[in-house]
């Protein structure tokens, strides 16, 4: 099985969501994340690894 590791920036907080920007690949398109999904100490500027079908911040 190959699973793929991506990697994010949290552009912008907005409530119950958060947009999301690709830094691994050249791309302005923003994803729309439920911060449920997210670590609870996310804050923007905040890089993520997407990976195993979960986020953690990037150390």
């Known amino acids: 099985m190959n699973l793929e590791t991506w990697y994010y920036e949290v552009v912008s907080i907005d409530g119950d969501y958060a947009n999301l920007r690709?830094?691994?690949t050249a791309s302005?398109?923003?994803k729309l994340v439920a911060r449920a999904l997210l670590p609870q100490e996310i804050s923007?500027?905040?890089?993520l690894k997407y990976e195993m079908m979960q986020y953690k911040l990037e150390q």
């Open 22 to 24: 690709r830094t691994d």
């Open 28 to 30: 302005d398109d923003l």
């Open 44 to 47: 923007e500027g905040s890089r």
